[in-house]
């Protein structure tokens, strides 16, 4: 288990792996940051930051928040003295009955002499050709309390890649914060996919590589046990440039029916002229993780896709027939 401590972390230093949004930094690397914005009485994360750390959010999943107005990130008024800070944020958990679920946080602290020290340093300022990573750290929502009650936003100082200094993320890392408030915002994972060992979501590639290109014919790839997991395509999603499917069920294919499915997706059939999305699709993936990745429409023009980690996508024309094979465990 994991101590709250450890949690912080990776909710301040995270990085994200998908989408670009997430909260500003602040004004530009050349520009003097202005003032923050004063508010004049706290309310909660759920109310001033609905949105805090929805980069985690995976599309489909969850109630989206709503808009809501932020104050003007900036530098600290001399006229306002900071006694507390608070982080919003967003945080994976194990479920209750199983799975994965996305919780938003509120976390307080009054201990914030080292994170005001931080905050009050410069801007690292380019000094000639600087080595990059191409990560994008997103930054944490952070607002700073004074003995009224009202908040502000305070401009974080960047490095010389404009991401939070290094002093900014080790002060927000080893405060000692309590958390006050946590709230379920959507489920990441369930209790059924987890049990069948599969994703959630899973895009539909099929469709990604046929509308991007023509992949070559199949080959004969051998295979050693696989696991299915099916996915069902809202209508929202279908003929969009990456379909998203949300789980409908899966586990490990029997032998008996891997051998049926082999067979189908070795045929030399013409791959027909077709256009229509899939609604349902299989993706068949090694228990070993060694090997390709297989994809079959199970209605629209119920092509299949073998995927190999090496690249070389390969295109066939699937049937009825093996899409009864791949229907429920």
């Known amino acids: 288990m994991r101590s709250g401590r450890t949690v912080l972390a990776v909710v301040v230093l995270g990085v994200a792996l998908a989408g670009c ?33 929805e980069v985690l959010t995976v599309p489909g999943t969850g109630t989206p928040a709503p808009a809501v107005d932020e104050p003007e990130i900036g ?32 976390r ?28 994008m750290v997103i930054p944490p929502w952070l607002a700073l309390l004074d003995e009224r009650g009202r908040w502000l936003r305070p401009y974080l100082p960047t490095d010389s890649c404009d991401k939070p200094r290094a002093e900014v993320n080790a002060a927000l890392a080893g405060l000692p914060w309590t958390t006050v408030d946590t709230r379920t915002v959507g489920q990441v994972e369930s209790p059924a996919a987890e049990a069948a060992g599969c994703a959630q979501q899973w895009a539909d590639m099929v469709w990604v590589e046929t509308t991007n290109g023509r992949p070559g014919p199949p080959t ?23 379909p998203a499917g949300d789980f409908v069920y899966g586990g490990p294919l029997p032998p008996e029916r891997q051998a049926g499915v082999l067979r189908g997706l070795a045929n030399r ?61």
């Open 269 to 329: 059939r013409a791959v027909a002229d077709c256009a229509t999305p899939a609604s349902r699709f299989a993706v068949l993936r090694p228990l070993n993780d060694v090997g390709p990745d297989r994809y079959v429409e199970l209605d629209g023009c119920q092509r299949f896709l073998v995927a190999p980690p090496t690249g070389g996508a390969q295109l066939g024309q699937g049937d009825d027939t093996l899409a009864a094979l791949l229907g429920l465990l």
């Open 220 to 242: 004969s790839l051998a295979a050693g046990p696989l696991r299915l997991c099916v996915y069902q395509v809202p209508a929202s999603e279908r003929g969009s440039a990456k």
């Open 108 to 135: 307080h602290t009054e201990e914030i002499a080292p994170l005001l020290t931080a905050l009050r340093l410069p801007h690292q300022q380019v000094d000639g050709d600087v080595a990059c990573t191409l990560d």
């Open 21 to 53: 949004g997430g909260a500003d930094i602040g004004p530009g690397a050349a520009d003097e940051p202005g003032p923050a914005q004063i508010v004049d009485a706290w309310t909660s994360c759920a109310k001033a930051a609905p949105r805090a750390g």
């Open 75 to 106: 530098r600290i008024d001399p006229a306002f003295t900071p006694i507390a800070a608070v982080l919003c944020g967003r945080e994976i958990r194990p479920g209750a009955t199983g799975g994965q679920e996305q919780v938003a946080t509120e």
